[in-house]
């Protein structure tokens, strides 16, 4: 199997799959910085309560590209727990996603807003195990 730059990698808009106690999958855009996964919850959602019985998390980030038959992945097991916001590192995330701020569909902006907002940070217990599985 080739390698490929995780830190890249990650840097791309891409979607990751976090699985939680219970057990659930949830799609999640993500931040990868300082070595963790960064993704906003708020009370829309039964993460936090999740998190909080079982902070144990498997996630996974990965694409397939049929025409080309590139396939990578990006997967780890960590402990995640939500933490207060940090409005700007909330900003960068979906700037990733949605461009420039002042582009983004009022809702995106109003939860930022939202007091219930937080951030879970999601650090894994060793490095992400990174896989070409290309053909």
Same mark, same amino acid.
């Given at each position: ?22 057990? &659930? ?15 906003? $919850?708020?009370?829309?959602? +039964?993460?936090?309560?999740? =998190? ?10 990965? $694409?397939?590209? =049929? ?11 960590? &402990? ?8 700007? +590192?909330?900003?960068?995330?979906? &700037? +990733? ?11 995106? $902006?109003?939860? =930022? ?23």
């Amino acid at each position: 199997m080739s390698s490929f730059d995780v830190h890249d990698f990650l840097s791309r808009p891409l979607v990751a799959r976090v699985a939680t106690a219970g057990p &659930t999958v949830r799609p999640v855009w993500f931040l990868w910085e300082e070595n963790a996964f960064w993704w906003l $919850t708020g009370a829309y959602a +039964r993460l936090e309560r999740r =998190l909080a019985e079982d902070p144990t998390v498997a996630l996974v980030v990965d $694409t397939c590209d =049929l025409a080309t038959g590139q396939v990578l992945s990006v997967t780890c097991r960590g &402990t995640a727990e939500v933490v207060a916001l940090d409005r700007s +590192r909330a900003v960068r995330k979906l &700037t +990733r996603y949605l461009g420039p701020e002042e582009t983004w569909p009022a809702r995106f $902006t109003a939860s =930022l807003d939202d007091p219930a907002a937080r951030l879970v940070r999601c650090v894994p217990e060793r490095p992400p195990v990174v896989r070409d599985l290309s053909w």
